[in-house]
């Protein structure tokens, strides 16, 4: 078969993002014995152009789209991606009759009304790696394929969707070959990093989070010396900025452990971040072996340092935990980005003075707080039934697909703001979602990668807000 993969996110704020999930179908595809062709549309400039040619190049007897984000997750600058989808797949449409099917992150969060959108066979929710080579191999045989595991579909105006199975998994970590899918040496001169995943699975329960719904509720670890491994090769081949994209990193902290062991007993020259660490985990050994694994930037998602949203968001952790951690990360020597969402249950004016008294006192000047106002609301999310019984969302949960937001009730957004940027004003390490959001943002990681600073950028926020300001162009 030959098989057209288009990884369709075009998102390059805040910076963009190497499509692992495209390469890793790509490979796994290829090595069931398709011939695989990769479009990456990040870098260019006329999308449905660029497909159309593919697809008049290549003739594919399947097309498979990867679809990453819905929106920016922005309350303030919000921007919808999926238009785009549409544009593609009657591109697409009006070169071949192949059955186009639909994957990736966004599938797991709102399959039924993506798959609205467009003229498509169906969508695989979860792991393609499995799912879609077995996809393809049941099409080139003229079968049906409305009985694999994880596909959904619409029957006759219905919307189906098979529970998935975990067929096929493998404990080695997937590292694909970037060099040979993408134009690595565009992701690397925006700073963009290399993503690697150590687990899928979350088992959180935050009110407001699809990880679950993505990745599965039960852990599934991949082997850590394979980790290490792959952190290696990828390396050797110069890339070397890597990021561990687990939806949480040091859970199960034993797991994260071993992973860390695994790569101090390797040379591996890389240097590694993560963004997503949970402050339950948290303590001095774990930071030693991150310093020894090589990580150069970590991000502790707090979202709170009041008790009383904590619970609301249904966190699992206090603020206890939370001044724990800062005591942790100040022993330590690895930069740490602090990330704040504010606006959830229970939220109130002095809940948000409460967050900000803790980052103003605790956040040190080689780290960095990012803040984002407002929770996107997910259908079949805790969220979604707080803010109904709230009376502060009335659209049918159908209908959930264009961004909505939700602010507490007894605070107001615009205060929130304005008390935000009043922070910012004193700190110049303190950043809003505006700041992730700047159109120039981009330029500023050209010019970076240039003067030969490596990823993570944010190490460098406050002389980049510095010399921002002087310019008069602070966030
Ligand atoms: C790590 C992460 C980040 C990191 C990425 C670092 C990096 N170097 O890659 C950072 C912090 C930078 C980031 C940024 C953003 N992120 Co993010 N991120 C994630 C996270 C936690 C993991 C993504 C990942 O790499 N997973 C591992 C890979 C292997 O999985 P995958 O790509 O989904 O692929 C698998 C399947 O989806 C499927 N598949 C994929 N493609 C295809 C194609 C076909 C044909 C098939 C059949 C199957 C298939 O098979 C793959 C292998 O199993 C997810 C949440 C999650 N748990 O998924 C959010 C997530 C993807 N992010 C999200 C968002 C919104 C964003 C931002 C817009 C946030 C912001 N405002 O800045 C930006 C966008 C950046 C950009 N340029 O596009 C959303 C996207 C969906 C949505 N709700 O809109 C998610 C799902 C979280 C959420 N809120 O629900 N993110």
């Known amino acids: 078969m030959k098989i057209l993969l288009v990884s369709t996110n075009r998102n390059t704020l805040p910076m963009p993002v190497m499509p692992i999930g495209a390469c890793v179908i790509a490979h796994a595809s290829?090595?069931?014995?398709?011939?695989?062709?990769?479009l990456d549309l990040m870098f260019t400039r006329d999308a449905t152009t660029e497909v159309e040619s593919a697809v008049t190049g290549f003739h594919p007897d399947v097309v498979g789209l990867s679809i990453r984000n819905i929106d920016n997750n922005d309350m303030r600058n919000t921007v919808f991606f999926l238009d785009d989808l549409r544009k593609i797949v009657d591109a697409i449409r009006t070169k071949t009759g192949a059955p186009i099917f639909l994957g990736g992150a966004a599938m797991g969060v709102m399959p039924e009304e993506i798959l609205r959108l467009g003229n498509v066979s169906g969508c695989v929710i979860g792991d393609g790696e499995t799912i879609f080579p077995l996809l393809a191999d049941r099409i080139s045989r003229g079968g049906d394929f409305h009985d694999i595991p994880g596909i959904a579909y619409f029957e006759n105006g219905t919307f189906r969707r098979n529970p998935p199975a975990a067929i096929g998994y493998s404990a080695a970590c997937p590292a694909p070959?970037?060099?040979?899918?993408?134009?690595?040496?565009?992701?690397?001169?925006?700073?963009?990093?290399?993503?690697?995943?150590?687990?899928?699975?979350?088992?959180?329960?935050?009110?407001?989070?699809?990880?679950?719904?993505?990745?599965g509720c039960t852990y599934r670890l991949k082997e850590p010396g394979s980790v290490a491994e792959a952190v290696a090769r990828l390396a050797a081949t110069g890339l070397r900025d890597i990021e561990i994209v687990d939806s949480v990193f040091n859970a199960p902290l034993e797991?994260?452990?071993?992973?860390?062991?695994?790569?101090?007993?390797?040379?591996?020259?890389?240097?590694?971040?993560?963004?997503?660490?949970?402050?339950?985990f948290f303590d001095d050994?774990?930071?030693?072996?991150?310093?020894?694994?090589?990580?150069?930037?970590?991000?502790?998602?707090?979202?709170?340092?009041?008790d009383t949203v904590l619970r609301g968001l249904k966190k699992g952790?206090?603020?206890?935990?939370?001044?724990?951690?800062?005591?942790?990360?100040?022993?330590?020597?690895?930069?740490?980005?602090?990330?704040?969402?504010?606006?959830?249950?229970?939220?109130?004016e002095e809940t948000v003075k409460e967050t900000l008294r803790f980052a103003g006192k605790h956040i040190g000047?080689?780290?960095?707080?990012?803040?984002?106002?407002?929770?996107?609301?997910y259908p079949g999310t805790e969220l979604e039934s707080i803010a109904r019984r709230q009376g502060v969302l009335s659209r049918a949960p159908g209908d959930m697909l264009s961004p909505v937001f939700y602010v507490s009730p007894d605070v107001d957004a615009l205060w929130v703001e304005q008390e935000l940027k009043k922070s910012m004003n004193r700190h110049m390490n303190f950043l809003n979602m505006d700041s992730l959001g700047l159109s120039f943002l981009p330029t500023i990681h050209r010019i970076g990668y240039r003067l030969g600073l490596r990823p993570p950028l944010w190490r460098h926020t406050r002389i980049i807000r510095r010399c921002l300001r002087l310019a008069g162009m602070d966030v």
């Open 30 to 38: 290829e090595r069931s014995g398709h011939t695989v062709h990769l």
């Open 317 to 348: 952790f206090t603020t206890r935990e939370v001044h724990d951690a800062a005591e942790v990360v100040r022993r330590h020597g690895i930069p740490c980005a602090w990330i704040f969402l504010l606006g959830g249950p229970g939220e109130t």
């Open 177 to 215: 070959d970037y060099h040979r899918w993408l134009n690595t040496a565009a992701y690397r001169s925006h700073l963009a990093t290399v993503p690697i995943q150590t687990k899928t699975g979350c088992q959180f329960q935050c009110v407001y989070c699809t990880y679950p719904r993505i990745e």
């Open 285 to 306: 050994a774990l930071l030693t072996a991150m310093e020894r694994a090589g990580f150069v930037g970590m991000g502790i998602t707090l979202e709170s340092a009041s």
């Open 365 to 377: 000047p080689r780290d960095v707080a990012f803040f984002n106002t407002g929770i996107r609301i």
């Open 255 to 280: 797991h994260a452990m071993n992973v860390c062991a695994a790569l101090a007993r390797v040379r591996h020259r890389a240097r590694l971040q993560c963004l997503e660490l949970n402050p339950l």
